[in-house]
């Protein structure tokens, strides 16, 4: 099994540089494909996340560096409602959680679908609490379905505040790296966490998020997001056939 998680993680670390995600949107279907059942996914997924979202976004601040404030604040609440993931993990069901992550997927296709990649008008200000809000509610749902969180967030940033798609999925990836390390605490304070097997895909995805990231500073907007909406609704469709 450590060559194939090897594998798992490689092409998870490259989904999470490319689309600036942390990668469980795509690791949770593939493990349950695998035989894993959904929380053990879930806290595999999470630790990997800590590691692509940590040098995915030390890559990415070279770049975009003007998104650090927007980025902490989110991130901030992204940590804070990430720590309550273990808790709502131990009270619901595997397949509830697997209903909660199809819905959430359901909700960023079309909110992506009907929005525009770029925007001609400048981006929204909103109050710093209203960021730590959002980067709450959005970390404690996201943290408790194995995903960082970005296929909520990029939807917000992109249809709500008017950032283009690829500045909304690289401050993506930065909560993905608060919410994680919260998620993490969390699930390894309530005995979730599979620290080998975790640690195995994590280490692999490295090599992932810097091809990925290498790759997407190449894509134009447009061709952009009908890749962002491909894996979206490749995602969306391994979960339905896994849990119906």
């Known amino acids: 099994m450590i060559y194939e998680l090897l594998l798992f993680g490689?092409?998870?670390?490259?989904?999470?540089?490319?689309?600036?995600v942390g990668g469980g949107m795509l690791l949770v279907p593939i493990l349950l494909m695998a035989g894993f059942i959904?929380?053990?996914?879930?806290?595999?997924?999470?630790?990997?996340?800590?590691?692509?979202?940590?040098?995915?976004?030390?890559?990415?601040?070279?770049?975009?560096?003007?998104?650090?404030?927007?980025?902490?604040?989110?991130?901030?609440?992204?940590?804070?409602?990430?720590?309550?993931?273990?808790?709502?993990?131990?009270?619901?069901?595997?397949?509830?959680?697997?209903?909660?992550?199809i819905v959430i997927l359901l909700a960023s296709i079309i909110?992506?679908?009907?929005?525009?990649?770029?925007?001609?008008?400048?981006?929204?200000?909103h109050s710093k609490l209203l960021l730590i809000l959002i980067g709450a509610i959005v970390g404690m749902i996201a943290m408790s379905i194995g995903v960082g969180g970005s296929i909520m967030i990029t939807p917000i940033l992109v249809g709500f505040m008017n950032y283009n798609l690829k500045k909304a999925t690289t401050l993506g990836l930065f909560f993905v790296m608060f919410s994680s390390s919260a998620g993490f605490i969390s699930l390894s304070y309530s005995g979730h966490m599979l620290y080998s097997e975790g640690f195995t895909v994590g280490l692999a995805s490295l090599l992932g998020v810097y091809l990925g990231i290498k790759v997407k500073n190449k894509?134009?907007?447009?061709?952009?997001?009908?890749?962002?909406?491909?894996?979206?609704?490749?995602?969306f469709l391994i979960m339905i056939y896994k849990t119906i």
């Open 10 to 20: 490689l092409i998870t670390g490259f989904v999470s540089g490319f689309f600036g």
């Open 38 to 101: 959904m929380k053990e996914a879930i806290a595999i997924s999470v630790m990997q996340m800590v590691f692509s979202s940590v040098f995915g976004s030390f890559l990415n601040s070279k770049k975009q560096s003007g998104l650090l404030i927007d980025g902490l604040l989110i991130g901030i609440g992204g940590f804070l409602g990430g720590l309550s993931s273990g808790f709502i993990l131990t009270a619901l069901s595997n397949k509830t959680l697997q209903y909660v992550f």
């Open 111 to 125: 909110k992506l679908f009907i929005t525009p990649a770029e925007h001609n008008k400048e981006e929204k200000k």
């Open 219 to 235: 894509i134009n907007m447009k061709s952009y997001k009908k890749y962002v909406l491909f894996l979206y609704i490749v995602t």
